[in-house]
């Protein structure tokens, strides 16, 4: 049997509100149990859990745009950039690396580049699930 070819692969960093960042984490992996996704890998620091690094596959390319915008019509997801995955290193796992420019710009709840993390006084767009 010939190998299966490999999934189309989507790296995203993810700023969570600060509120209820495991709801947002809940959420977040929720839509892409339901958008057909493969949780690749995921990755956040305790000290800092609502920069959240996720990674997803999935058969269709075109479920990794859907997922990218029903991300954007999240309450609790501030921000949603792509990154680009870095070369595994040697014996070690793959790490995201840094954010690559912004592929998805149309998502509801981007932040402008140079918001600092500390709570905002404006209130995030919100809108029902695709």
Known sequence: MPPMPPMPTLNLALRLDRGDVFGAIEWTLANARRTGLTLAGMDFDAAAPWALTLSVAAADADLLDLFVRRLGNGVDVLEVREVAAAAPA???????????????????????????HAASSSTPL?????
């Not at 912004?102 to 998502?107: H, T």
């Not at 919100?126 to 695709?130: N, P, R, S, V």
């Open 126 to 130: 919100g809108a029902a699930l695709l």
């Open 90 to 116: 040697p014996a070690t796992a793959p790490a995201l690396a840094a954010a690559a420019p912004a592929r998805y710009p149309q998502a509801a709840n981007r932040l402008p580049s140079g918001t600092s």
